[in-house]
């Protein structure tokens, strides 16, 4: 009896030492997200834009910065539209780094100083310990600075 408790012990480690070793489920990014980040970095934007209107998540703050930031960025920009888009994503996710980074440069792009440095603020809120899209921002309203003189 001693031998099948020790061997039924012995078992039940093993099996529980399995479960605990397995990861749990990643939430993987949607094939939208992934397709139109390819279009935007290759410059794309028309694309991005298309495949995110064939998405149409509108509930999503991603969709909603590459939509802004696809807006902004083809040629001619639409400024209004990518603003709207940007608002949108940042009432989903008020800290969404990427929607505050693009929104503070689109304000710099309409003259608006004050509005970028107002982002700026929140992001350097939303970057403890700083990160890419602040730094990113600074550099941009110090330029638009340094032009203006």
């Known amino acids: 009896m001693k031998k099948y408790l020790l061997s039924f012990f012995m078992a039940w480690q093993f099996c529980g030492t399995g479960f605990a070793a397995d990861s749990p489920p990643v ?10 980040r390819i279009a935007v970095k290759a410059g794309q934007y028309d694309d991005a834009i298309k495949q995110l209107q064939a998405a149409n998540d509108p509930t999503s703050a991603d969709w909603n910065n590459l939509m802004g930031y696809s807006l902004r960025k083809k040629t001619p920009p639409d400024l209004v539209g990518a603003e709207k888009f940007y608002q949108a994503a940042l009432a989903i996710d008020p800290t969404h780094r990427g929607a505050l980074e693009y ?20 992001l350097d809120k939303t970057c403890t310990f700083g990160c890419e899209e602040y730094s990113d921002l600074k550099e941009a309203v110090a330029s638009y600075k340094k032009a203006q003189k």
């Open 27 to 36: 939430k993987f990014d949607p094939v939208w997200l992934i397709n139109a």
């Open 103 to 122: 929104y503070g440069k689109l304000m710099l792009l309409n003259k608006n100083l004050t509005g970028a440095e107002g982002l700026l603020a929140r």
